[in-house]
């Protein structure tokens, strides 16, 4: 510096440092103006992907809001689960609250953004705490490592399937129909002959609640959410039984194939699943002293120590609800959870509050059943609107499950021969695949049975309780129809399951020498079955390809028209109908990619046709109400009908028939064909 002023050669430096930076911001900015990082459709599908998470960030810190009245019943339970318990509760809040939304018709995106902004001044920086304290830490030992490579593997591919747009069968039959409905009137109803309108709605609600905000993937992140939550819970329970394997249990419960597949969709299996073991964990953490309140002089409680234990109850029951909330045949699983609040403390007060607060919780939801379609347990049991006895039959097929042999054999089958989506000829269709693990392993745990130890002897006589109740339930469903031959409905227990099968596992070190020999045996086993789970989940992400879609290198209409086929081509022609068109489909139940300018009646059961027989209408007769009714247009699902036709099992005589045939041929005009799927006809 001369006189203050920069030397001649600090100025040189200065100079040459500017025409550096310029050059290399010129030449950076040049090249990436012709090699240009992503195209207007890939920052379009990638911005959509960041708005979803977004709006789940949103949701999350909203439920943490919701969730805090029960922070107090939580204390002394330990971080992780107190702040999935937290969040968990905060959820099923928010679907009361959508619910009460749509009662009122506000069912609009501003509302839901404004309920969203008004809670992030105080739910956001919980949720970054609930984020920074819930973050697992480092796998200790080798083998959790591997173990918690393949849980975190698994979870990113149904991260990007839900990120997807959604294609699973159910999804669009009812789980993203129903929402997308309520929002195309604003409010709740039930104008539509879809009798799942009626079934419990709680997930519903929660995925109305996404599809508001951002849209029907972030309904589908909010189902990954819940197997979030659910992975952090299984530590409570294992710590209580006293096994450290939380990360063999996880890859169990993970890796069953079905189950991860469900993750990324829009179902509501981890909703039930979380409720179910949630609720285990609110009944069996302590005798209740613990978590709230103290005892008196006489050690006896005093009333902040029953109400306290009162208010655990209650909680209890309101996450219990949310199981029955979202599926009715979770009831076996809130059956067993009585079961375990009497075997607890042999207190039938107890029990009766645990009961009452579960009926009062799933009130709502009946309420507004009894509302809209004059059953409050719609379909069941009564009639109701779009109901009578002929669709009572069809839909329930009472007598036509499985014998008792079959009943015997059920756990092998479901596990050997069950398989996602399909069946194998000469067995049953279990329609889900469970992996080898849980029959291998669960059977095991009664092996702690022999052992004198009393560490966690009540939770873990308090699970199998829990699991054998809900476990008879599903025989009992098996018994009753073949259309409840379904593993899935397991899977509201599948955590428990997976928490016995991880105990069965650790359960052979009580044989000594020999057990430890056997289980460095099984040790190798799991390790082959997680590497072959790995492998083929792996290769069938790959092949359904939705990384392709998230990032915006594969076009929306394209991945549709890969993953449904013919079904996504009908559907485009559907939304190309005139404004005001009414279009009845024939054995085809999904209508999610319906526009709301075309009126769609999805054929919900497959029983349309049967059902207008059944009033001894023909064919003449069919067309002419039809008219009458406002339909313009047929979908007629050829493939669908075709294979109902084949299995013989829907009570269609020939006649029947013989009536389809002529009603198609001389009442409709054919307008368009897709395959040999799909006939889109008018009716004149």
């Not at 419960?253 to 964990?281: K, N, R, T």
């Not at 076996?332 to 609040?341: E, M, Y």
Request: proline share 5%; with cysteine.
């Amino acid at each position: 510096m001369i006189n203050g002023r920069p030397s001649p050669e600090q100025r040189t430096r200065l100079i040459l440092a500017g025409i550096a930076v310029g050059w290399v911001l010129i030449v950076t900015s040049a090249y990436f103006a012709v090699h240009k990082p992503a195209n207007t459709d890939q920052l379009k599908a990638l911005g959509r992907a960041a708005g979803s998470i977004a709006g789940l960030i949103g949701t999350l810190s909203l439920a943490m809001v919701l969730g805090r009245p029960w922070r107090r019943v939580l204390e002394g339970v330990a971080s992780n689960p107190r702040i999935a318990l937290q969040a968990g509760a905060g959820l099923a809040t928010l679907a009361y609250l959508v619910l009460a939304l749509g009662a009122v018709g506000l069912y609009k995106p501003v509302v839901a953004w404004a309920i969203v902004v008004i809670s992030l001044p105080l739910g956001l920086p919980r949720f970054a705490r609930a984020v920074r304290d819930g973050m697992p830490r480092l796998p200790v030992g080798r083998t959790n490592r591997w173990l918690a490579a393949f849980v975190l593997g698994l979870l990113v591919m149904a991260g990007l399937r839900a990120l997807a747009p959604p294609t699973a069968w159910d999804s669009l039959v009812y789980h993203l129909t129903g929402p997308k409905l309520y929002l195309e009137a604003g409010r709740l109803h039930h104008d539509l002959d879809l009798p799942y309108l009626g079934f419990p709605q709680a997930g519903s609600m929660l995925f109305l609640w996404g599809m508001l905000l951002t849209g029907d993937r972030l309904s589908q992140l909010i189902h990954l959410m819940f197997v979030l939550l659910t992975l952090s819970l299984l530590p409570a329970v294992l710590k209580q039984i006293g096994s450290g394997r939380s990360w063999l249990a996880a890859a169990i419960m993970i890796g069953v194939p079905s189950a991860h597949l469900l993750a990324g969709w829009a179902y509501v299996e981890w909703m039930a699943a979380f409720a179910g073991l949630a609720s285990f964990i609110v009944l069996t953490s302590g005798d209740g002293l613990e978590l709230a309140g103290g005892t008196g002089d006489t050690g006896q409680p005093d009333g902040s120590a029953r109400a306290g234990r009162v208010l655990r109850i209650v909680l209890a029951g309101f996450l219990a609800a949310l199981a029955v909330n979202t599926k009715y045949t979770a009831v076996w699983l809130v059956l067993g959870l009585v079961l375990v609040a009497y075997l607890r403390r042999r207190s039938l007060a107890e029990v009766a509050i645990f009961v009452g607060s579960v009926g009062v919780f799933a009130l709502p939801f009946l309420l507004k059943n009894q509302l809209l379609s004059a059953n409050p347990f719609y379909p069941f049991f009564f009639p109701g609107k779009f109901w009578d006895a002929h669709r009572a039959i069809w839909y329930s097929r009472a007598g036509t499950g499985l014998d008792i042999g079959q009943l015997l054999l059920a756990p092998w089958e479901a596990t050997v021969w069950g398989v996602e989506g399909g069946y194998y000829e000469g067995h049953p269709s279990y329609g889900a695949t469970l992996g080898p693990l849980l029959l291998a392993l669960v059977p095991l745990a009664l092996l702690r049975l022999r052992t004198k130890s009393q560490q966690g002897s009540k939770t873990f006589r308090a699970l199998l309780a829990l699991c054998l109740t809900a476990y008879l339930g599903w025989l009992v469903e098996l018994g009753y129809s073949r259309l409840l031959i379904q593993s899935r409905l397991l899977f509201p227990i599948l955590p428990q399951l997976a928490i016995l099968a991880a105990a069965g596992f650790d359960g052979l070190g009580s044989l000594g020498r020999r057990g430890r020999s056997a289980r460095f045996i099984i040790g190798g086993l799991l390790v082959f079955s997680f590497a072959i789970t790995a492998g083929q989940a792996a290769i069938e992400f790959a092949a359904a390809s939705p990384a392709r879609v998230v990032t915006g290198s594969e076009s929306v209409e394209n991945y549709l028209e890969g993953k449904l086929g013919q079904h996504a081509a009908a559907m485009h022609a559907i939304r190309s109908l005139p404004d005001g068109s009414r279009v009845r489909f024939l054995w085809e139940p999904r209508s999610y990619y319906c526009s709301a300018a075309t009126v769609c009646e999805p054929d919900a059961l497959m029983d349309r046709w049967w059902h207008e027989r059944q009033h001894g209408f023909d064919a003449e007769a069919i067309s002419a109400r039809w008219r009458e009714e406002g339909v313009t247009h047929i979908l007629f699902y050829r493939l669908g009908a075709e294979a109902i036709r084949d299995a013989g099992f829907d009570p269609l005589v020939p006649e029947d028939w013989k009536e389809l045939e002529r009603f198609l041929a001389d009442r409709l005009v054919p307008e368009q064909t897709f395959g040999d799927a799909y006939i889109l006809y008018r009716l004149p």
